[in-house]
């Protein structure tokens, strides 16, 4: 009798328990994927920016124009919020990982953007401004 249940059980609940969506990464772990590493994202086949991941939980980002802004980022209701210096206003995220990297909603409004990791990298990011040699 407890083969049969075990039986429904795995052809009941299992495969729905495999297609359910990876759950969002905590603060801990996306601390530990994340600090020390440049990630730079794509989003609908195209670039999209790069951040660059700093001790005590801050960040520089950039669109891929040159210009960076720093800033900060906090965890809040399970979901990692930064606050830029030219954008105070908290933009919160979900994150979850793929077998290709990073995947970012952007939960302010999730149909608008999701973000996927491109490249991981320990060097830096160059942030020489938009005016440079004018």
Same mark, same amino acid.
């Given at each position: 009798?407890?083969?049969? =249940?075990?039986?429904m059980?795995v052809l009941? &609940?299992?495969p729905a328990?495999?297609?359910?969506?990876?759950?969002?990464?905590?603060?801990?772990? *996306?601390?530990?994927y994340?600090r020390?590493k440049? *990630?730079?994202?794509?989003?609908? @086949?195209e670039?999209?920016? =790069?951040e660059e991941y700093?001790p005590?939980?801050? &960040?520089?980002?950039? *669109?891929?124009?040159?210009?960076?802004q720093?800033?900060?980022?906090?965890?809040?209701?399970?979901l990692?919020? *930064?606050?830029y210096d030219?954008?105070p206003?908290?933009?919160?995220?979900?994150?979850t990982?793929?077998? @290709?990297?990073?995947i970012?909603?952007?939960?302010?409004d999730p149909?608008?953007?999701?973000?996927y990791?491109v490249?991981r990298?320990?060097?830096?990011?160059?942030?020489p401004?938009?005016? &440079?040699? &004018?």
């Amino acid at each position: 009798m407890w083969i049969r =249940a075990i039986i429904m059980w795995v052809l009941l &609940v299992a495969p729905a328990a495999a297609t359910a969506a990876p759950a969002a990464m905590s603060a801990g772990e *996306f601390d530990d994927y994340t600090r020390g590493k440049t *990630f730079y994202y794509g989003s609908l @086949g195209e670039p999209y920016g =790069a951040e660059e991941y700093l001790p005590n939980r801050r &960040v520089i980002w950039t *669109f891929l124009n040159g210009e960076c802004q720093n800033g900060t980022w906090y965890e809040e209701d399970g979901l990692i919020c *930064f606050v830029y210096d030219k954008e105070p206003d908290p933009q919160c995220w979900s994150f979850t990982r793929s077998a @290709g990297g990073l995947i970012a909603r952007f939960e302010n409004d999730p149909a608008l953007t999701e973000l996927y990791e491109v490249r991981r990298t320990s060097d830096p990011l160059i942030c020489p401004g938009p005016d &440079v040699g &004018v």
